[in-house]
């Protein structure tokens, strides 16, 4: 007799996601040193305690366990643990003082300056990225436009790369705002079950009770375990932030610092296409018909 077994699709597709999911809120428990000891009180036995003593015994639980015990809302605090590390990561990456401003990328691009060679380093900007040549190279297509033009282009791209980072940096405390509600949530739904089977069994095992509370306050505990590293990496990235721009600005502000603009003016260092051109009536040598005028 042969036995045919038959697995769901759904659930092969999300097994992956949610072990990937406990391992990233699993990260997080471990790296705030979460452990969870539940008491547990026998009475006296044969084992030489006399009557009316309790023996106090300690059971620790992994941390399978107490994602298990947590209920749903472990699943979107799983995900909140994940991108708390992925943003913090990225961000710190990216405000890094050597990746925002490299030293070589700087001084080749200040020799290039001194030579008066600004289409040979607007093609350096172009082919080695970073914040300090992206900035460099779109402030470089502005130079033909005079002065004030070139100084605006100047501040409007450090805003810009400014507001970017910020905005990655702004959602790790929208993590640590939501997470802690989020384990609310589940504290809340696990003592409403709890109190429903008191109210059907009856107070019993007052231990059981207990044991039933500390369970569901699992979630709140996790909320608050993701919440507060993500309040520190947000300050700490924030304040990272404002010196790396502070730094690429004074890098910059030195390197376009007495531009010889009347030698440089309506040139074309990048290559950027204009689209605006002279009016066809001029080219064709008519003026443009006058509109009626309307009563």
């Known amino acids: 007799m042969r036995t045919t077994l038959s697995m769901n699709p759904h659930s092969m597709q999300t097994q992956p996601a949610k072990a990937f999911l406990r391992a990233g809120v699993c990260a997080v428990l471990m790296i705030g040193g979460f452990s969870l000891v539940s008491p547990a009180f026998a009475q006296a036995d044969a084992n030489g305690l006399k009557p009316g003593e309790t023996k106090v015994t300690e059971s620790h639980k992994t941390m399978l366990e107490i994602w298990n015990e947590g ?15 992925w943003l913090s990561v990225d961000v710190m990456m ?20 001194r030579a008066g ?3 040979g380093a607007y093609q350096f900007a172009k082919n080695n ?11 470089l297509s502005y130079i033909g ?26 959602y790790l405390s929208v993590i640590g705002v939501c997470t802690p509600m989020i384990g609310l949530v589940g504290t809340v739904i696990g003592m409403m079950k709890a ?42 990235l924030r304040n990272r932030l404002q010196v790396s721009m502070h730094l690429v600005q004074e890098e910059l502000t ?22 605006a051109a002279t009016p066809n009536w001029v080219a064709g ?8 005028a309307h009563a």
């Open 71 to 85: 209920g749903l809302v472990m699943y979107p605090l799983g995900f909140c643990s994940i991108m708390l590390v």
């Open 94 to 113: 990216r405000t890094s003082p050597k990746n925002m401003a490299r030293p070589a990328y700087m001084t080749q691009l200040q020799d290039l300056f």
């Open 117 to 119: 060679d600004y289409v």
């Open 129 to 139: 990225p970073s914040t300090a040549t992206d900035v460099t190279r779109i402030t």
């Open 145 to 170: 436009d005079g002065q004030e033009a070139t100084e605006y282009a100047l501040a409007d791209s450090l805003s810009k790369v400014n507001a970017g980072i910020q905005t990655r940096i702004n």
């Open 195 to 236: 109190f429903a089977n008191m109210g059907s069994a009856g107070i019993g095992d007052p231990s059981g009770l207990a044991k039933s509370i500390g369970e569901v306050l699992i979630a709140t505990a996790s909320g608050l375990f993701i919440a507060i590293p993500a309040f520190i990496m947000f300050y700490l």
């Open 254 to 275: 030195a390197l376009f610092r007495k531009m010889p603009y009347s030698h440089l003016k309506d040139c074309h260092v990048g290559e950027e296409e204009f689209f």
């Open 285 to 292: 040598g008519a003026a443009p018909a006058a509109e009626p």
